[in-house]
């Protein structure tokens, strides 16, 4: 079984869309990264920070599933990272109208003695320089490091990120994210240029347009399932990103034809997490669930075609 570390946010959201609204739910890169990776084969460990107010039942939660919190840290008298937003008709734009950082303003990561040999590292959405900080504690190199940033570190911490992304193996960001850190239109030009920054791997997330994966001179595409229904598409990418990574980790093998089957497991639990609010869909989903939807995205892109 392999050794998951998994490094992000694990929070409070409150979502509104189109479809309705919720008051204050389980949420953060890290929870659904952890719990999308707890679909597989895979020993993982969050290392993130919560405050006091964080309840007893979703610490259970993460347990139940086999996910080690040893590392994730409760400040006394703390309070825990909350973001609210709200989504807009098409689902693919938001609006952010409260973001507190809390106990994460002062966060140190410390990852558990017991991880620290880790075959896979996981660098959920955070400071440039936390993620950093992740990687030096690593007793050795692991055989695979992914990191997922956004655009607000591109405008706030650049100089750190393109620190860290020196260091790392995989870099998952949608397309626009792509465009601002190469300043390329064209993704595959933009794949090219961030190749020169450190990373062996692009994966550039297209929402309900799939993922793209790219190595060298060799690209993959996988597509996203079309729903019938699409609730909150808050934690996809984070959800693609712990499928991708847990599917490696569990399997062990980092080759590009695996990559191409992580993607495509990614892109599975990704479809389950915006069918309900937060991570209730993930929570509850059933082995038998994510194969029957692997079945449909092969038969989604299979076809045999005569070439002269």
Known sequence: MGKLVIVGTVAFDQIETPFGKTDRILGGAATFISLAASQFDVDSAIVS?????????????LWDKNIDISQLEIVKGGKTFYWKGKYHNDLNSR???????????????????????????????LHP???????NQMEKRPKLIVLDTMNFWMDNALEALLETIKHIDVITINDEEARQLTGEYS????????????????VIKKG??????????????????????????TGAGDTFAGGFSGFLAATGDISFENMKKAVIHGSNLASFC??????????NLDKKEV????????ALTQFEIELQ
Not at 50 to 61: A, C, H, R, S, T
Not at 110 to 125: I, R
Request: avoid cysteine.
């Open 187 to 202: 993704l595959v030009k933009a794949a090219h240029k961030i190749y020169g920054m450190g990373p062996k791997y692009v």
């Open 95 to 125: 609006d952010t109208l409260v973001t507190e950082l809390n106990t994460l303003a002062d966060f140190n990561p410390v990852v558990p003695s017991n991880y620290t040999d880790a075959e896979v590292v996981m660098l959920g959405n």
């Open 129 to 135: 320089s936390v993620q950093l900080s992740v990687i």
């Open 208 to 233: 309900e347009h799939g993922a793209l994966l790219f190595h060298e001179e060799q690209i993959f595409f996988a597509p996203a399932l079309p729903l019938e229904e699409v609730f909150d598409p």
């Open 49 to 61: 920070v919560v405050g006091e107010d964080f309840p007893q039942e979703y610490l259970d939660l």
């Open 291 to 298: 194969n029957k939807r692997l079945h449909q995205f092969k």
């Open 274 to 283: 915006v069918e309900r609010f937060g991570t209730e869909r993930m929570v």
